[in-house]
């Protein structure tokens, strides 16, 4: 029974570069939720999606950043033309969507922007 | 004020002894409330939630909530070594938002020392 599966676990881009985070939910779970970790401060909520669907990007940035969960695949996290403040841990983490369920989350990318 | 606010650490106690950690939150209506705890470079982990005013115990683990001063703690008895990580409160505001949506306080390091 694997986890939330997340890819690359670190991702080396230079400023003007796109990143491309994947996530691959728990079996069974059709909620995700993407979260950014800067050096220290908390996770920071960002976008929470079900398949082909958006729900909620209210913690996204306006520009640069966009997410996907299609039909088949993982879910991406795509942030376009990276700064060096993208640096950051993002985690993706996953729910059947119930009250009380459990929210797991997977190792994280971590991403470095030189 | 930030939503979600943690005692500031780090905190060290000696090995057995009583590790507390303190949550206070700014949303009145939040209903749920979670303890994870990260490990340096891991992904967070769900120890304990609790949604009604009082305490709940698990294991070494108590969680207390009181509601009407939007405090939330976290008490760890017989604290180990292995208790040694970032402990992060997180609170879902309810009222419809999705349950995987939580905001995170900024986390408090807890070192346990043998």
């Known amino acids: 029974n694997a986890g939330v599966m997340q890819n690359p676990r670190h991702l080396v881009r230079r400023r003007g570069q796109e990143a491309r985070l994947r996530c691959s939910p728990m079996k069974g779970h059709s909620h995700v939720y993407w979260y950014r970790q800067l050096p220290e401060e908390g996770l920071k909520f960002m976008v929470y999606l079900q398949k082909e669907n958006i729900i909620d990007e209210s913690g996204m940035p306006k520009e640069r950043f966009s997410a996907e969960f299609p039909k088949e695949g993982p879910s991406i996290l795509r942030i376009q033309q990276v700064v060096r403040g993208d640096s950051a841990a993002y985690f993706c983490?996953?729910?059947?969507?119930?009250?009380?369920?459990?929210?797991?989350f997977g190792s994280g990318t971590q991403l470095s922007v030189l | 004020q930030k939503e979600v606010e943690q005692n500031s650490g780090p905190l060290s106690v000696p090995e057995g002894a009583i590790a507390s950690l303190n949550c206070t939150y700014s949303?009145?209506?939040?209903?749920?409330f979670f303890w994870y705890r990260q490990y340096s470079g891991k992904s967070p982990e769900l120890i304990m939630f609790i949604y009604s005013n009082g305490d709940k115990e698990d294991g070494r683990f108590t969680a207390q909530l009181n509601k009407a001063s939007q405090y939330v703690s976290l008490l760890i008895r017989d604290s180990q070594p292995s208790d040694s990580a970032t402990y992060l409160c997180?609170?879902?505001?309810?009222?419809?938002?999705?349950?995987?949506?939580?905001?995170f306080g900024q986390g408090t390091i807890l070192t346990v020392h043998p």
């Open positions: 949303d009145r209506g939040s209903q749920s």
């Open positions: 983490a996953s729910h059947r969507g119930a009250l009380g369920e459990k929210l797991f």
């Open positions: 997180a609170v879902n505001p309810g009222g419809g938002t999705s349950y995987g949506k939580l905001t």
